[in-house]
């Protein structure tokens, strides 16, 4: 009877770490998103500004100008995939029948 009593508290305790753990990965997922809304908002600030440069004729380095406006516009394409990716999935798990 004592294994018994032992092997549910041990399962319980591991329960108790498994919410634990689950809760702190949320806490770091959302961090992530909000780092990487950050990040690509940040190259979409630096494009509009390299474009507004060239556009004035204030631009130093053509190069490192078209390298920041590709690198907003590629990033700004991967978060939109990330974000139908991330829909489709929902709508797939809304559909399944329980």
Known sequence: MQ???DTISSLTN???TTVAKTDATNGNFSKILQ???EEINDSQVKGDKSMADLATGEVKDLHQAAIA???AETSMKMMLEIRNKALSAYKEIARTQI
């Open 3 to 5: 294994n018994t009593i």
């Open 14 to 16: 591991k329960s108790n």
């Open 69 to 71: 406006i590709n690198k």
């Open 35 to 37: 780092d990487s809304i």
